[in-house]
């Protein structure tokens, strides 16, 4: 799984246990200073015990098992420059699983962009807003004073897809679908793929598929729908619910690792949606085009992407990444996993850019991995003044870290800066770009002991980039970090 939809499992712990917490090793300065435009601030500390009656509450990080990391919190912009929120989030067990808490931390931004703030002045109020989202699945992007949660979950009932916007104080939810199951020889279930914030249009989208099949309903076969769907931040759907309708090339077949997302940074004309089809032989990714417009009455019909290569010697596999864009240049992002000979892999990132279907090399790889690791996790994308910033990462089983490497490219895709590795990092990582152009970096320490979170830091990354924007998209955040919400326990 990628970056862009970064993974959480979220458990409920029933007593406050910070008093057995289990140091773990500092991650304050995990990111390197050559890439970071400020040196790291400590924004979140359950050493201080305030903190560790909320964040080890709140913001609960169980060591990943698998390539999906596992952040417990997520960092994002204020409406304006100086101002920086940190989410985390409680669980309860109702109908399943559902988020009943969502704490807030505003930050600073100025005093923590000055890089000596020893004693968390930075931190300027804490808030706890009330929510009953229903959860067994889910992501998170964030725009500009807006938190936006993609879920799937229980109704009492059924299962549906919903979408909360979180603004302020306030958490408002909306039911995307309206499933009912009414008897027994009918199963309908929903996988989501990512969400994202589209500064142009104001607005979050959102990409899910539906699958209907007969009892039982465990059952692998069944039809498959993929829906494209849109919410401006007031609330007002920019489709109708449940959303655009996409069919797969074999409705028959199930869609995997599907993601979405625009062609331009600032104002994209066309959304992207890619998935992968597993069950035919070699493995195809497919994807489509769709013109962002409230007009579009159907999503773009799929066409081929890339195929998997199996060769008496070689083998290339592909999962699909993610979707970015500049103000210049935008690309599809898969992972490849590359086997040599019977015992070389090397795990490069290739890009599809601007629409073609011919593979790029992004200038990211990594070779330290073994097959079981399964190659990168992630890659995203943003813009700069001269054309655009990569961030790869690749995921170690062994050590349960993800390493990132980060570039700078001009607009034809040639290297500015040769990518170099950013960090080592256990736990959450979010970036995000404020109102101003200027793109921050956080991250957690990973209590192992008792999986929670122990302690945050922000940065910022990179400067104000230098692009000309009218007022209306001055209001642009990167929302990079998205995860997944899933098998709530009580610890």
Known sequence: MKLTTLMIILGLCANLCFGSTVVPTSQFGAFASFWLNSTATKVV??????????????????????????PGALFGPGTSNDTIYVYGFTSATTNGGQIDKIYKRTLNATIIGWGNDTTMSCVIKDETILSAIPVSDGRATVAPGYLAIFTTGSDGTNKQVYLTLVSGNTATMFQLTSVSDSTTSTCTSFTLGNSWYDIGAGAFFYIYSKKVSSAPCGSLTGAHTIYLGGHYVNGTAYWPAPGLVMTPIAAANQPASIIGGGDSYLDSSNIYVVYKDSTVTPPVIYYSKTAKATSTATGGAFSVLVSDDATPDATKTYIPLSVWASNFTHGIAVACANQTD???YNYPIWNFLNGTTIATDSG????????????????????????????????????NTYSYQMGTFYANGTANQTASTLATVMGPVSFFQDVKGAMWVGWMDVDTGNYMTYAGYLAKLQGQTNVVVGADTLSIALAVVAFLLASIVAY
């Open 364 to 399: 990211l790889s990594y070779t330290g991995l073994t097959s079981s690791d399964g190659g990168a996790a992630s890659l995203s994308g943003w813009m700069l003044s001269t054309g655009y910033t990569l961030v790869g990462g690749w995921y170690t089983s062994t050590s």
């Open 342 to 344: 019977a015992s070389t």
């Open 45 to 70: 500390s359950v050493a201080n015990q305030t903190d560790a009656m909320i964040w080890n509450q709140y913001a609960q990080i169980p060591v990943p098992v698998s390539p999906s990391g596992s």
